[in-house]
T-cell receptor, first 110, second 117 residues
Framework: RKEVEQDPGPFNVPEGATVAFNCTYSNSASQSFFWYRQDCRKEPKLLMSVYSSGNEDGRFTAQLNRASQYISLLIRDSKLSDSATYLCVVIHSNDYKLSFGAGTTVTVRA | DADVTQTPRNRITKTGKRIMLECSQTKGHDRMYWYRQDPGLGLRLIYYSFDVKDINKGEISDGYSVSRQAQAKFSLSLESAIPNQTALYFC????????????????FGPGTRLTVT
């Protein structure tokens, strides 16, 4: 079983729609969590950290569920520019290395 | 100018050749990393370095070596390239002095697309 698993998608949504997807992790010692965005095989860029209480950044909302070992990302009022692959990243408390999911692809259509 | 640069950006080489990928950064970060990305597998850590005198293996270090020539430079070598090393390679940096989750926030270079024939 992979340490970090994501539904690869693609999630095809119209502009203005809400889209949400999860990422599950297997190591209960995981400490920190992030969402990165990657455009068309370019470099990943940090989108947002995920805090225990959940957090928002504009149209993006991230949630953490430690009991079920998953994090989620919700995008409201989708824009064409939100089309990308979203990478889930988990950090373990024992070695502080990052584990990346394979990514969830979102395509927003006009 | 980009904060993290990688050279070359694209490279085609033959099986058995030695190749070096270079990474430079102007962010002043102490930590540097090399990853490879393959379709459907996500990024996998090859090597990482927390300072100039520190080198650590990642999950897939076999067939690779690294050199941290200075705080700003971290190079990856394939001693004898093989076709299954064809991938997109990323260098990344992070700052151990960052607050909160700062030390874990990584900044990536633009990537090197390597093809081994």
């Amino acid at each position: 079983r992979k340490e970090v698993e994501q539904d690869p998608g693609p999630f095809n949504v119209p502009e203005g729609a809400t889209v949400a997807f999860n990422c599950t992790y297997s190591n209960s010692a995981s400490q920190s969590f992030f969402w990165y965005r990657q455009d068309c095989r370019k470099e990943p860029k940090l989108l947002m950290s995920v805090y225990s209480s959940g957090n928002e950044d504009g149209r993006f909302t991230a949630q953490l569920n430690r009991a079920s070992q998953y994090i989620s990302l919700l995008i409201r009022d989708s824009k064409l520019s939100d089309s990308a692959t979203y990478l889930c990243v988990v950090i373990h408390s024992n070695d502080y290395k990052l584990s990346f999911g394979a990514g969830t692809t979102v395509t927003v259509r006009a | 100018d980009a904060d993290v640069t990688q050279t070359p950006r694209n490279r085609i080489t033959k099986t058995g050749k030695r190749i070096m990928l270079e990474c430079s950064q102007t962010k002043g970060h102490d930590r540097m990393y090399w990853y490879r990305q393959d379709p459907g597998l996500g990024l996998r850590l090859i090597y990482y370095s927390f300072d100039v005198k520190d080198i650590n293996k990642g999950e897939i270090s076999d067939g690779y070596s690294v050199s941290r020539q200075a705080q700003a430079k971290f190079s990856l070598s394939l001693e004898s390239a093989i076709p299954n090393q064809t991938a997109l390679y990323f260098c990344a940096t992070s700052d151990s002095s960052g607050l909160g989750t700062g030390p874990y926030e990584q900044y990536f270079g633009p990537g090197t697309r390597l093809t081994v024939t």
